[in-house]
Every structure is written in structure tokens, then in C-alpha cells.
């Protein structure tokens, strides 16, 4: 799924939560919450009951996003070509292990079976990752900046809507473990040594991007409780323009990723 200690470069390019509102991120207007946003989870349930089963969806979503971030980045290690790349890999994954537990812990606060609650999501999220498998180390590095970007773009997004409470956690579980700034160490210095490499992963990049979007948008449709939310059947959610004008801020920002990255988008 991610936007804190970017090295300074990156910090010019790519919009992270401490700079939301340059990137059209609604959660800049935090102090402007109104509804159910307004309110903590006991009373957010209290007034719109159906909330509830909103909130287990989407946990239940990004805990399944964390767990297969672990095991991907614990695959991804395989492919580092040095012993310093495996150990900051490896540590990346534990990081991404213990959002997972945090996520697990919640739904289990609220009374939901954490299984149960990331199952619908299983067969999406890993079809997408069977759909994109990194054949080498910097495909897979690009991966996981693109993918776990747009990931936290959406669910950043989301959590403006959400109660104070599940506000917190969701935006703290999305905290960068690192990657963004070593992914981009990483590719840019490979395009620096071989600048046809860069070619390659923007097309790499580019069909991430595709199949992201698409994945988030097919989850999102077959669940009733999240899309109801996201189109506003839910207090403070989203009306179908403000979705559309979503998509646009996501994809505008992983436009200036990719420039960071130093690849056309």
C-alpha cells in the first residue's frame, strides 16, 4: 500500500500527507469534518448504523493489502542483488507485518472476524499480483512504489470520510516504511548507468498504473457497503463527481511520481 522521511529530492516531487492539500488530497481540510467524520466510532455507528459494515469492508481490504506487502517484499528480497538491499527489504516487511497486526487488532476491537473481513479481497488483490509479477529487481522495486503508492493515494482519500478513531488508525498504518525514497535511490541510479533502462520501466509503470486503478474500481463496485459509502449513501461520502475527481488526484500524483522516479508517465 506508501509518504514519510522522502529524501529531499523526492520531498519536491512527491506529495506525502504532510503535504496533502498541494496534492488535492481532501484530507488537507481535516479541520473542516462534518458528519460521521465529525464523530468518534461509538457515535458514528450510533447514528448511521450501517456505517459499521462500511469500516470492516475497508479494513478488511487494507489488512489483506499489508499481509500480501509483507509477503511480497519478503519475495522481493530474493532478487536483491546485495546483502545491504536483502536486510532493507527484510525490514521494510516487518514494518508492513505490524500495520497488518494493527488492522487485525481493530477489527477484532469492533467485534468482526479478521479472516472474514479480508476474504472478499483475496481473489482482486491477488490477481493483481499474479497479473504483475516483476521479472527482475528494479521491476519489482517500481512495483512497489507505484502500487503501494496509489494504494495509500486511494485509501488517504477514503479516510477523510471516516470517524475520528478508524481516521487515525488508517492514516497511521499507511505511514511510508521506507520504500518510496529507496525505490527511488535505487531505479534512478540504474537509469543513470543505463539509460535505456528507463524506457522499459516506464511501460512497466504505466501498465501498473492501468491495472491498479482497474482492481480498486472492481473492488469498490462489488462491495455494497463501500461504494455506498464512497457515493455518499453514508453521512459524509463522496458524491459520483467528487469519485470521478478522486481518480483524477490519484493519477495526477502518480504522474509526479514517476517524474521523481526520472520516467515519463
Known amino acids: 500500500m506508501t509518504s514519510a522521511d522522502k529524501s529531499d ?3 519536491d516531487t512527491v506529495p506525502d500527507s504532510s503535504r496533502a492539500a498541494s496534492s488535492g488530497d481532501p484530507s488537507a481540510g481535516a479541520a473542516g469534518h462534518t458528519g460521521v467524520a465529525a464523530q468518534d466510532w461509538t457515535a458514528a455507528v450510533a447514528a448511521a448504523p450501517q ?3 462500511a469500516v470492516v469492508d475497508l479494513l478488511g481490504a487494507l489488512a489483506y493489502g499489508e499481509l500480501a506487502a509483507f509477503e511480497r517484499l519478503a519475495e522481493d528480497a530474493k532478487l536483491a542483488p546485495t546483502l545491504a538491499d536483502k ?5 521494510m516487511a516487518s514494518a508492513e507485518f505490524h500495520h497488518f497486526e494493527r488492522l487485525r487488532d481493530r477489527l477484532t476491537e469492533i467485534g468482526a472476524e479478521p ?3 479480508m476474504e472478499p479481497f483475496v481473489a482482486a488483490l491477488d490477481g493483481f499480483h499474479r497479473q504483475t509479477a516483476p521479472s527482475d529487481w528494479l521491476e519489482g522495486l517500481v512495483k512497489a512504489y507505484v502500487g503501494d503508492s496509489i494504494a495509500s493515494d486511494f485509501y488517504r482519500e477514503v479516510a477523510v470520510r471516516l470517524d475520528s478513531d478508524t481516521r487515525q488508525l488508517v492514516l497511521a498504518v499507511l505511514d511510508d516504511t521506507g520504500h518510496a525514497s529507496f525505490a527511488v535511490e535505487k531505479v534512478r541510479a540504474a537509469i543513470d548507468a543505463e539509460p535505456r533502462v528507463g524506457g522499459r520501466l516506464a511501460l512497466w509503470a504505466r501498465r501498473l498504473m492501468g491495472e491498479a486503478l482497474s482492481q480498486s474500481q472492481r473492488v ?4 455494497d457497503a ?5 457515493v455518499g449513501g453514508v453521512a459524509d461520502g463522496f ?3 467528487e469519485v470521478g475527481r478522486m481518480f483524477s488526484r490519484i493519477t495526477e500524483a502518480h504522474t509526479k511520481r514517476m517524474a521523481a522516479l526520472g520516467l515519463a508517465a
Open 9 to 11: 529530492h523526492v520531498s
Open 51 to 53: 456505517y459499521r459494515a
Open 87 to 91: 536486510a532493507e527489504l527484510a525490514k
Open 115 to 117: 479472516t472474514e473481513a
Open 220 to 223: 469498490v463496485a462489488e462491495r
Open 226 to 230: 463501500l461504494s455506498t459509502m464512497l
Open 239 to 241: 458524491d459520483l463527481a
